[in-house]
């Protein structure tokens, strides 16, 4: 607790024998240790509450979880960045105009034919589109326009 060297409690010693007399030494030695042992307790007990109280043991688990935490949170900042900057090397390099994935002249011909099946469907929907104009008018009965329809179409046809 303190730090005293054993030639100072010598020296403590000589003076007190000289001050208080070779007859009460003994009983005042008696009476300081007694009174620095109870100090010592006290002071002891305190700081044992004092710790419970505070709960130094959670607390260094908490920094020590933060710690762990905010180490974490630099990895994967690291982690995104590095995801961030691989994503625009390959957009870079996909965007190039000498990229050439290995695509053959087949695959060049399957994609002008769904261009104009696109175009085949786009104008069929529009041709739907139209019939379903021409029947449901606000102003002839659906009926009546499917029946002249069924009559043009079957003239169209050359059937009379």
């Known amino acids: 607790m303190f730090n005293i060297h054993s030639t100072e409690i010598l020296l403590i010693l000589i003076i007190a024998l000289i001050v208080i007399g070779p007859e009460k030494l003994p ?3 008696k009476t300081a240790s007694l009174w620095i042992g109870r100090f010592r307790r006290s002071f ?5 509450e004092i710790e419970r109280e505070l709960n130094t043991d959670e607390i260094r ?3 020590h979880n933060e710690s762990v935490m ?4 630099e990895t994967k900042n690291k982690v995104e960045t590095i995801a961030k900057e691989t994503e625009t090397s390959v957009n870079k390099l996909v965007s190039t105009e000498n990229f050439d994935p290995g695509a053959s002249n087949a695959t060049k011909e399957s994609s002008l ?11 069929t929907a529009d041709e739907i589109q139209e019939v379903t104009k021409d029947i449901y008018t606000p102003s002839k009965n659906p009926k009546l326009s499917q029946k002249k329809s069924t009559k043009e179409a079957k003239q169209g046809d050359g059937v009379s």
């Open 61 to 63: 688990r908490q920094l």
């Open 70 to 73: 905010t180490q974490i949170d």
């Open 44 to 48: 002891y007990k305190v700081k044992s």
């Open 113 to 123: 034919d769904e261009k104009s099946i696109r175009e085949e469907i786009k104008g």
């Open 27 to 29: 009983a005042t030695i």
